[in-house]
């Protein structure tokens, strides 16, 4: 049987498995017929023209993990910010971990969206923010929305502050020969309030793994949100990762995407304005190698005067691995004194690492500054002539250059044992012990 098939015989189980109200029914159902009629994204859609999932689809995942896998902590201790206090909402194979978790009632609200869906208590939350900002046309988004139950609900009420990151993983034991999960998760960060959140998928062995996964960010006035995406997965897993973020009057919000494992990766990051003097960051690194693929499509939808937009990947490929980065910017014509930059830098390393950069501008508006820029090149041969002249060894010379083209992204890191984790990660991929504190 097909994967669409699977999932479409799926659904009915897993409808039967809980109690919606009809509000949700409605949502469910219209989502699974929209998956239904368009299926899997193939590469004849423009927006996955240089992504192809064909590969993938053949394993025939298991969509019901069997039971809650128990792990030690000790065990993944590693995937952990372990060197500070932190809120931890983690699941294993889709399924939620209280051993693992450490929440907190101390004025938030982080559960589970298990719970947030189906307790009368969160009904008006629920129906105000659910799918409200997610793609109702996007297939994977559909599926998504249409087994959507476990995953992470957090919502961080007016002027708080929260003290602690929050990190968000999501373990794949291994345990099924091959599993597909699709966390969902609704983050609501209210007037004035401030929080830090880490999300991670990480696979413990070598067994296929799907996780399609979407992400729904509400940010309210003057709200700031640090989002950070840690992706360094084993190369048997592929993520699909769509992140969707409406924003208020004078908010900021933050994303930034740390791309180093996994097969294919796929990021979707939308971000909607829906207010005056509002500030979004989208900010990511990507050094992959082998025959790994990283996708990054990004939206930033300027509809109203006054905001700014801020863009800036950075990539390093090895190998035959390949890379595609599609950003928009879209300014509405009411959208004046936009200032929108977008700006694409890649490193191949080799004759057979692949990229694809299309950035993009659609302008209605006429008083604005909006730009972008691409850059596709090897590392500077006359650099690596000086360094080497200085006596660096040649291997040191290049992973000083691809370090320190990294790090205009690295340095607006929030969270110090976070940029040290980082930077620790872009030294063992660059394959080199750069002699100093990270």
Known sequence: MELKEKMLASFMAFEEKIKDNEDLHEVRNHAIKNFENKGFPTKKEEAWKYTSLNAILKNDFSVFPKKDNAIEFKDVKKYFLHEIDTYKVVFIDGIFSSFLSSTTHDGLDVCLMASALTKPKYKMVIDT??????????????????????????????????????????????????????????????????????????????????????????????????????????????????????????????????????????????????????????????????????????????????????????????????????????????????????????????????????PQLEIFADDVKCSHGCTIGQLDESAMFYMQQRGIPKKEAKALLMYAFTSEVTNSIKIPELKAKIGRIIADKLGVNMGFDL
């Open 129 to 358: 923010y659910f799918n409200q900002i997610a793609s109702k046309e996007e297939s994977l988004t559909s599926l998504n929305t249409a087994f959507s139950l476990e995953g992470a609900y957090i919502n961080i009420p007016k002027s708080k502050v929260v003290e602690k990151p929050i990190e968000i993983i999501y373990f794949s034991t291994g345990n099924e020969a091959a599993l597909m999960v699709q966390p969902r998760n609704l983050i609501i960060v209210g007037e004035n309030a401030h929080v830090q959140i880490v999300e991670r998928h990480q696979s413990l062995n070598s067994n296929p793994v799907l996780t399609n996964s979407v992400t729904e960010i509400f940010a309210q006035k003057r709200a700031i949100v640090d989002y950070y995406k840690v992706q360094n997965d084993v190369q048997t897993a592929n993520l699909i990762d769509n992140t969707y973020i409406a924003q208020k009057q004078e908010s900021r919000v933050a994303v930034h995407t740390f791309s180093f494992g996994g097969n294919i990766t796929r990021n979707n990051l939308n971000f909607y304005h829906q207010g005056e003097r509002i500030d979004s960051t989208l900010k990511g690194i990507t050094i992959i190698g082998d025959k790994q693929h990283v996708d990054h499509y990004t939206l930033v939808h300027h509809a109203q005067p006054n905001c700014e937009s801020h863009q800036n990947y950075k990539t390093i490929l090895h190998d035959n691995s390949t890379g595609v980065f599609n950003g928009k910017i879209f300014v509405e014509k009411e959208a004046q004194k936009t200032d929108a930059f977008q700006q694409n830098n890649n490193i191949l390393i080799g004759d057979k690492a692949t990229i694809n950069a299309k």
